[in-house]
């Protein structure tokens, strides 16, 4: 039988370079998707891919494949040396990771009852959230209910070795109701942690509100608090300032600033490859480097970078376990990415303010439900966005659902201008954070 | 090709209304260079089977990378159950029609990117990291990628067609970043086709490298762009942008059919000003998003979506030609042999009109011509627009002056296409990969002319 360990073995075995890592992994996934309130197809995949890298007098190779059988085993290795032979040197290359010790333990990143659920089970969870969406006026449009199931070996030849299997549940359903749309998705290692009752309703009550928006006139400058789902987006500026890969091609605005301050206190960030039911969750990275904890932001002053172990060498650090071809919503093609530096998963340290008293503590502002696509350029840190649904805040209370806005500034001035942070966690992605308020941003009517 | 073929003969035993299979197998070299040293080359061949049955108007997928007899049977039954279950209790039927066809198309390039050496693809990015690195020294990052995908595709179908082609995508770009004082600014450009090492060959590396490296430092000094409701002479990436984020997601018949976008009903009616014509084109030469069949089996064609400001039509897939009673148009497409296939752009644009570049500029009294997009994102429900731009410049008097940086478009697509009132003669075409709903990419491209419009310019 193919495994991902037998199929590294082999692949460690049969390579004559002077270091090797070979990255294996067996996934099954099924998509069901929904259109126009009713399932309307289900995919079925199964995959298994290997990756291998190869290392010749500093010359590095990376060849990656399907496998069926011995023969591609083979084949991917002597294309990964091929390639390794005709490169030029990288001279910032170290080494590949050594082994260390891997212990203790991750908990609820893998789902026995998703691996074996039948189709009328899931059939009967996604009515739930429809029927809980759905009105005479609202219409769900699309739907996915995403459900993964994987399990990875990487080994190199200097003695890693380390196997993981874990779950993936990935939701994503929007509604319509005249010109207004909602969007709800939800995150997950296992199946019943998704409430799809909860789901549905709260795709209702987006869609209701969107639907209820008008356009925004004018140019404001005003306090602005962000939704969770959106503020995911606008927060990635911290983990690109903090990547490795980012600041020894110097390309962050946080060169330099281990140390100093460049958020307000309020702002705790913290990258942990550990956290219970974490999507990037396990006890070592893609590389087999185990994963840690370490405050990337604490308090507001600049803590951490994080490493994989090619940036780590160049930096002339330790890695940090943030080495990951893995995604957050699928583990496609993960065989066919070298590693990434990236952020395992990120917690953003919960603040005192309730959902009420962020909106109660301002006489003008604006609460951010939807942008078309809260995108920061990573580099300037500035951002315009259109908002596709907020609500106006007028004297502590939500006022008129807005749309056709855009939402203007610079997402690194803006960390130093948090006014509050929530005191609730919500997953998005590799990420667990709260709602957000922030001062020095400026709302534009389209 | 047999086992294809058989696959089909084996699934019309099991009562489906149509069924298809489609083997992929997709070999792909990616190679960075940063700072005039080697960052990564990699290498990936990816083979596996999809197979697709519909039943009573429900469809099962499944997919495999292994090719025994009994996994693809295996696979085959799977997507026959999932359909089977998915259909229980339903008599809604859809009648699939299409082109049949039994061909073997071979890709039109000049120079196969396998009959190309790796060094000299390696030689290739240092020259342009060296260009790009040596133009100033407030240069401080250059990142420069080469990127090659062979696809190669055998498909068949219960409708009879029997399909094999390949398909060959050549791409090369750089991310210049530049830095002075604590400012930080960059630029970027890319080029790419259904083309092979020709792409390269035909570039004139000296040039294009020296450009993106001036605007990347020009950046740093550029001046703050204003605000509001301005003319906006949108270069072909932003018009890009327009035409396939907005009016081309929102043209794709799977939205029509459940009538989630605001151009449902929408043919007929007057949707933008005289000068603005629209189409989807998966048949231009060379371009990124051309294909000879879609994932469908069907062969690539052109559509007019819009014609002189008159709305004209739909892009369809086998099932959404079904629903609507008309043909499909070749946009059944799909990312890979793991994902679902649905209705999908190719080369979507706005044709070019009669204005040269300059005579735009020397007609326009106050304006700000908006340069090299950052991309954008559908609203096939609500038709807003958003994109951001990386640079412009201030329109005054009929001429180019203050280089401005950064800023943001944004309005509802209809009200900017219905005040375009110059549409230039220069036309491009820009490729990329696009997502529907956050994910699935398939290759396309996108552009058209120089546009002019009323457009709310904000985020600077």
């Excluded at chain 1, 130093?416 to 941003?441: A, H």
């Excluded at chain 2, 997919?63 to 026959?80: G, H, L, N, P, Q």
């Excluded at chain 2, 070749?330 to 005579?359: C, H, K, L, Y």
Aim: glycine share 8%; with cysteine.
């Amino acid at each position: 039988m193919i495994t991902p360990h037998n199929v590294c073995e082999k692949a460690i075995k049969l390579s004559t370079a002077d270091q090797s890592e070979a990255f294996c992994i067996d996934a099954k996934m099924r998509n069901i998707y929904v259109e126009n309130g009713e399932i309307k197809l289900i995919t079925d995949n199964s995959w298994l891919g290997l990756g291998v890298k190869s290392i010749i007098d500093n010359r590095i190779g990376y060849y990656s494949a399907t496998v069926k059988d011995e023969e591609d085993i083979k084949n991917v290795v002597k294309n990964s040396t091929k390639i390794a032979k005709i490169s030029p040197k990288d001279p910032k290359f170290k080494s590949l990771p050594h082994p260390r010790s891997v212990s203790g333990s991750v908990q609820d990143v893998y789902d026995e009852e998703l691996v074996n659920i039948e189709v009328e089970e899931i059939r009967e969870r996604i009515s739930t959230l429809i029927n809980s969406a759905q009105t005479n006026d609202v219409r769900v449009m699309t739907g996915l209910l995403r459900l993964i199931k994987f399990n990875f070996t990487v080994m190199n030849s200097l003695g890693v070795d380390f196997s993981h299997r874990g779950t993936i549940v990935y939701l994503h359903f929007t509604a319509k109701r005249g010109k207004g749309e909602g969007v709800v998705k939800r995150f997950s290692t296992k199946l019943n942690q998704i409430d799809f009752q909860d789901a549905g309703e709260e795709l209702r009550e987006k869609t209701l509100s969107a639907s209820e928006a008008e356009a925004f006139r004018g140019k404001e400058e005003l306090e602005v608090i962000v939704e969770p789902m959106e503020l995911q987006g606008l927060l990635n500026v911290i983990t690109t300032a903090s990547n490795g890969e980012y600041i020894n091609r110097k390309m962050s605005p946080w060169i330099g600033k281990l140390g100093e301050r460049v958020a307000t206190e309020a702002l705790t960030v913290i990258d942990d490859g550990r956290i219970s039911g974490g999507l990037r969750s396990a006890l070592a990275d893609d590389e087999g480097v185990p994963t840690t904890r370490k405050f990337i932001i604490e308090k507001g002053i600049l803590k951490s970078y994080l490493f994989d172990s090619y940036n780590a060498g160049i930096f002339g650090t330790e890695s940090t376990g943030n080495g990951f071809r893995r995604g957050i919503t699928s583990v496609e093609e993960s065989h066919v990415r070298p590693v990434n530096c990236t952020a395992s998963n990120v917690i953003i340290l919960p603040g005192n303010k309730s959902f009420d008293t962020l909106i109660e503590e301002i006489d003008k502002g604006v609460l951010i439900r939807k942008f078309a696509y809260p995108q920061v350029d990573p580099i300037s840190g500035n951002f315009g966005l259109e908002i596709r649904n907020a609500v106006l805040i007028k004297d502590g209370s939500l006022d008129r659902p807005i749309k056709h806005a855009l939402l203007t500034g610079n997402m690194y001035m803006a960390l130093t201008k948090i006014t509050g942070i929530g005191d609730k966690l919500y997953n998005v992605e590799n990420f667990r954070l709260p709602y957000m308020r922030f001062m020095g941003l400026q709302l534009v009517g389209m | 090709m047999d086992v294809i073929s058989d696959i089909i003969e084996y699934l019309l035993t099991k009562d489906v209304d149509f069924c298809d299979a489609r083997l992929e197998e997709r070999k792909q070299l990616n190679i960075t260079v940063v700072n005039d040293e080697i960052r990564a080359i990699s290498s990936s061949e990816n083979r596996g089977i999809s197979i697709r049955v519909l039943v009573n108007g429900a469809w099962g997928y499944a997919s495999t990378t292994k090719d025994t007899w009994e996994e693809i049977k295996r696979t085959a039954d799977m997507a026959v159950k999932m359909a089977k279950a998915l259909s229980e209790g339903s008599s809604k039927k859809i009648e699939i029609h299409g082109v049949v066809s039994t061909e073997e198309a071979k890709p039109r390039v000049l120079m196969h990117p396998w009959d190309v050496s790796i060094e000299e693809k390696l030689d290739t990015l240092f020259t342009l990291n060296r260009i790009e690195r040596s133009y100033d020294n407030r240069i401080v990052n250059v990142t420069s990628r080469y990127a090659e995908r062979i696809d190669h595709f055998e498909l068949a179908n219960s409708l009879g067609s029997v399909l094999v082609w390949d398909e060959v995508r050549t791409r090369i770009g750089s991310i210049v970043v530049a830095a002075e004082a604590g400012r930080m600014q960059y630029s970027y450009f890319h080029k790419d086709g259904t083309v092979g090492f020709e792409l390269i060959k035909n570039l004139n590396l000296e040039e294009e490298g020296q450009k993106v490296a001036k605007e990347a430092v020009d950046l740093l000094s550029a001046k703050k762009p204003p605000a509001g409701q301005l003319t906006v002479i949108a270069d072909p990436s932003v018009a890009g942008v327009l035409a396939h984020e907005v009016m081309g997601h929102a043209s794709e018949a799977d939205e029509i059919v459940k009538r989630r976008s605001f151009l449902t009903d929408a043919v007929g009616k007057v949707v933008g000003s005289e000068y603005i014509t629209m189409v989807d084109d998966g048949t231009i030469s060379g371009a990124h998003g051309s294909i000879p069949f879609d994932s469908e089996g069907t062969p690539a064609s052109r559509t007019v979506i819009i014609e002189k400001g008159v709305y004209k039509g739909y892009m369809h897939s086998l099932e959404t030609a079904a629903i609507m009673d008309t043909e499909p148009t070749g946009n059944g497409r799909a990312q890979d042999f793991n994902r679902r296939i649905f209705v999908r752009m190719t080369n979507t644009f706005f044709e070019p009109g009669d204005w040269s570049f300059e005579e735009i500029i020397e007609d326009t009294k106050d304006g700000l011509l908006a340069l090299k997009s950052l991309g954008g994102m559908e609203d096939p429900v609500g038709g807003g627009f958003q994109t951001t731009v990386l640079m412009g410049y201030i329109i005054r008097d009929g001429e180019l002056k203050d280089f401005v940086r950064e800023f943001t478009l944004s309005g509802k697509a209809l009200e900017i296409l219905k005040t375009v009132d110059a549409v230039s003669k220069e036309f491009e075409l820009h490729g990329g990969y696009c997502g529907k709903g956050e994910e699935d990419w398939v290759p396309v491209s996108t552009g058209g002319p120089y546009l002019r419009a009323k457009i709310l310019v904000g985020g600077g």
